[in-house]
Structure formats: C-alpha cells, structure tokens
C-alpha cells in the first residue's frame, strides 16, 4: 500500500543497509518533495536511536511526540535512500517545524 506523504513526514519502512543485502524496518524521515514523489520516488533518511555513536549531520529529534517516535531519536543526515512509495509501511507523525532548520542544514553539509 502507498501512502500521500510529504517532505518531513515521519515514515516506518525497511531501511536498506549501505553495507549488506538487508533491510530493517525503522523510521525514517521524508526528505524530498512532491515533485519527485510524481515521479515515483521518496528520498528518506535514516532515524535512529540517540544512544548509537554520534556521527557528523546526525540531528536529535526532540518533539517525540509531534515525530511519532517512542523513544529519544537522532536523523542521521549521513544515510540517505532512494525508495519507492509501495515501500513506506506507514506514517507516524512530522518532524516539528522548529526542527527542521536543522535537519536541512546537515543534509546541506553533505552537498558540494
């Protein structure tokens, strides 16, 4: 099932691993627009637990409550995917407007 997402959106889908033929389902946040959704692609980046080791671009997810998440959290800028609409399992919630500078900012820092 595919579902209407938008930049920002907190998703659950099966995250591909860079290093493995493995996936994990996990959170992950929409970072593209509509534009590339018309086309049939959702750019995502990774949502992980805040005690894993701190990486650069990783940015703390503070509203929990706002992003649908259980736990403390940290979008790690550092790991981007490619996936298809089909693939999203479901939306949990949004990133909170007063974080989302930040989240652009360390993607940004990953771009020449």
Request: overall charge positive.
């Amino acid at each position: 099932m595919a579902f209407d997402v938008a930049a920002f959106d907190v998703i659950v889908v099966p995250f591909p691993y860079s290093d493995q033929l493995a996936e994990k389902r996990r959170p992950a946040l929409v970072i593209s627009k509509d534009r590339l959704h018309a086309e049939g692609f959702v750019w995502i980046a990774m949502i992980t637990s805040a005690g894993r080791e701190h990486r650069a671009g990783d940015v703390a997810i503070r509203d929990l409550k706002a992003a649908g998440l259980p736990g403390a959290s940290l979008l790690r800028a550092s790991k981007i995917a490619t996936i298809e609409p089909a693939r999203i399992l479901r939306r949990v919630g949004s990133l909170a407007k007063g974080e989302r500078t930040a989240v652009k900012r360390a993607i940004a820092g990953f771009l020449t």
